[in-house]
């Protein structure tokens, strides 16, 4: 029976499966496109493209031809110009017949540098000077905007009217767009019927127990199918700019030096360097000296007597610091300061070999007893070069650096005089840091002192240049940081590491057995100090629970809040607190806040009479537009402020576990749990309250598979459900993201604020 137009259109309509609506429809055309049938359904295309996916699944009922066409569309610019006309149609309507000067055209045409140019070289207008200004006048009487004219026939779908040429160039002029639209061509398949019996995808238990499964048809496994991605490391910033920096020593023909012995001794680090045993570097308040093993005895005899000598009474050419060199100084183990200990160590070795012109560099840890700040670490990279040939002078150093940091991006240097113990002469290297708005310095260079190389045994005639850069710093300037400690240590973001490009790993083959073997030696040493730690944390947990137990000083502060976005979660954890405390309660609305929720309102005044407990909690909650974070202001002032849904719900949740059998636990039920919440918290703040659209789409899926499984996202209830259901509510939308989650969601608030 063949159907009309009409009733096929109210029979397709009336089908709920989509996969059904396009067979239904096809039965009655011989062929049919997916975009007809997109514009018909009032469905998105790429919803009808996979219900035609579903139907290739099934068998043979429907043929697909992929069908490719062009399209051209105007940009939001291009619309613009269809409308008013083209930039420069706007410049020559603009000059009257008597003429403008260009200032008062500038002022009166925006963009005026776009269509300017083009009414020039088109011959429409022409310009001649008048006094400090210059005068704009007409050349022609009239003018066809054929820009306009062309994207009004694009915009008509009359497009064949404008030749590919003019496209191309309104391409460029970003007012033209070219879109590649894909859909598919179906036709009856040698199997078509309008009914599909649907495949089942899972053998259940039922199935199995009654044989039923014999009968059932399954849909196949789709091998080519991406799985879920993986949660992998990524590579921190630090270790990308470490291979920048690394690649470009070798494409300036460096070789790296050995620099895995982090402890060093005095004689290396310092003497060798022609550093006075006085020098205030060598104290312990910019040192740090190892006691076990204190001391190191194996040194070259004879090249110790030398440094012994050029110490103490001078020679080449210096007279000493006319001091008494110790041994017992030199014999002095310590984290080394810096790596030029190795450099030392390199030309000491290429001395007794035989001198040859040489570069070499190392990028390591060295240690220094600093006080920490926005610029400085205890513990940081430096880069080394040394670079050693005849007659080399400081020009040549300035030269290298320039070329080094050109490569990395880093045009902006100074060179500032300075005093090394061991070279002159000296440079401190300060690179511009806009964010700081400053010149920070990133290292030290110089020519390395007579009196370091010849007690060494290099030739007189040779001279060595070398630097010692910061590895931080330069990542802070290509990263875009202001505060080194939000690079390296417990401020770091990880969703900064996880958004840094990728190093380039080398592909150096196969493992060796002997490295092999060092990895697993270095396995096990890592294992023996977790478990070193694991046991000093058991002993701290002991320790802190003999600490006497909170004071029963009464608690004030204030919470700045928005009604555009209510803490939801604080109002919980208040209500929570109720049954421990006795809470105080004051609301301020601010002038600039016409209107506060009614139902947090009247929640907030049940609060009032339900409280209990000697020790007393006053909040003032004040109705501020503050955006999305609360601010929460500690009484007396000077104790900060805590900001963020999350972090004042951290801070209420120690509040509830100061006193006996909390409701809610977090840090009182160990660091493995507590540090799940954070994760969950953290994830919650970034991915759902300040999440975008793509990070909701990230993130809910998982979230929801886990509450699919159990009742709350880490077994039992926590101030990580509490802030998720505050986001919920905050967000409509994401509540219908599948039924569970609108389950669950009910659940929340038929438990906490009904």
Request: proline share 4%; net charge negative; with cysteine.
């Amino acid at each position: 029976m063949v159907l009309s137009a009409w009733e096929l259109t109210e029979k397709t309509e009336m089908c709920s499966d989509l996969t059904e609506r396009v067979l239904l429809y096809l039965d009655g055309h011989e062929r049919v496109d997916t975009l007809h049938l997109a514009v018909l359904f009032r469905v998105d295309h790429q919803k009808v493209i996979g219900a035609v996916k579903s139907l290739q699944a099934v068998g043979d009922l429907v043929s697909v031809e992929q069908m490719v066409h062009k399209e051209w569309k105007l940009t939001d610019e291009g619309r613009k110009v269809a409308e008013n006309g083209s930039h420069e149609a706007i410049v020559y309507k603009a000059v009257p017949l008597q003429g403008i000067l260009l200032s008062d055209l500038t002022n009166n045409v925006p963009d005026l540098k776009i269509g300017f140019s083009k009414a020039m070289s088109y011959g429409w207008i022409k310009v001649t000077k008048q006094g400090k200004d210059s005068l704009v006048t007409r050349k022609v009487e009239s003018i066809t905007d054929v820009v306009q004219e062309h994207l009004r026939d694009i915009l008509t779908d009359n497009s064949s009217q404008v030749d590919d040429e003019h496209k191309q160039v309104y391409c460029k002029r970003k007012l033209l767009q070219e879109l590649t639209i894909r859909s598919y061509q179906l036709t009856k398949g040698k199997d078509f019927t309008i009914s599909v019996e649907k495949a089942q995808s899972d053998l259940t238990v039922e199935m199995v127990a009654s044989g039923s499964w014999r009968e059932e048809k399954f849909k196949p496994y789709n091998l080519d199918a991406l799985g879920a991605p993986l949660n992998c490391g990524h590579l921190h910033p630090l270790l990308r700019l470490r291979a920048e920096f690394r690649q470009i020593f070798l494409e300036m023909g460096f070789t790296e030096m050995p620099t895995n012995n982090y402890i060093e001794n005095s004689f290396w680090n310092f003497d060798a360097l022609f550093q006075p045993q006085q020098h205030p570097a060598r104290d312990a308040h910019d040192t740090f000296f190892i006691s076990n093993p204190q001391i190191s005895s194996h040194f070259p005899p004879e090249y110790l007597q030398k440094v012994k000598q050029v110490h103490s009474k001078g020679g080449y050419g210096s007279q000493g610091y006319g001091c008494d060199w110790k041994i017992e100084e030199a014999q002095k183990n310590l984290l080394r300061t810096h790596t030029t200990a190795v450099s030392a160590r390199m030309l000491y070795l290429l001395a007794k070999e035989g001198f040859k012109p040489s570069k070499y560099f190392s990028i390591d840890r060295v240690f220094r007893n600093e006080t920490l700040d926005a610029t400085h670490l205890a513990e940081f990279h430096q880069v080394e070069g040394v670079i050693a040939d005849y007659s080399l002078t400081l020009g040549d150093l300035i030269g290298t650096l320039y070329e080094f940091f050109n490569k990395l991006g880093i045009t902006k240097l100074q060179f500032k005089p300075a005093y090394n113990p061991y070279t002159e002469p000296s440079m401190e290297v300060f690179c511009y840091h806009a964010g700081l708005g400053k010149w920070i310095e990133v290292g030290n260079s110089g020519i390395f002192r007579p009196e370091m190389l010849l007690p060494m045994g290099l030739p007189e005639d040779v001279n060595v240049i070398a630097w010692g850069l910061s590895l931080e710093r330069p990542t802070m300037i290509k990263y875009g940081l202001n505060n080194i400690r939000d690079l390296v240590g417990a401020k770091i973001d990880l969703q900064m590491v996880h958004n840094s490009p990728l190093c380039r790993l080398e592909k150096n083959g196969t493992l060796g057995t002997d490295v092999i073997q060092m990895l697993e030696q270095r396995w096990t040493s890592i294992l023996s100090q977790l478990q070193a730690l694991h046991t000093e944390l058991q002993e701290l947990q002991i320790s802190s629970d003999k600490l006497p137990g909170p004071s029963d000083k009464n608690i004030e502060f204030v919470i700045l809040s928005d009604p555009n976005h209510p803490p939801y979660s604080v109002i919980i954890l208040l209500k929570v607190l109720t049954g421990r405390y006795k809470i105080e309660i004051l609301s301020h609305v601010h002038s600039s806040i016409s209107l506060v929720p009614s139902e947090l309102q009247s929640f907030l005044n049940g609060l009032l009479n339900s409280s209990s407990g000697s020790r007393c909690i006053k909040v003032t909650l004040i109705w501020k537009k503050v955006g999305k974070d609360p601010l929460l202001i500690q009484c007396p002032m000077n104790n900060g402020t805590i900001a963020g849904e999350v972090n004042i719900s951290r801070y209420l949740n120690r509040l509830l576990e100061q006193r006996p059998n909390p409701v809610l636990v977090y840090e009182s039920k160990g660091e493995f749990y507590a540090g799940q919440v954070d994760m969950w918290l953290d994830s919650i703040y970034k991915s759902v309250t300040h999440g975008s659209k793509d990070m909701h789409l990230d993130i809910m899926p998982s979230i929801s598979a886990v509450l699919v499984k159990q009742d709350w996202l880490i077994h039992s209830v926590s101030i990580a459900d509490i802030c998720f259901w505050s986001s919920l509510k905050q967000n409509p939308c994401l509540i219908n993201f599948n039924s569970n989650l609108k389950k669950w969601f009910e659940k929340c608030q038929h438990i906490w604020f009904t």
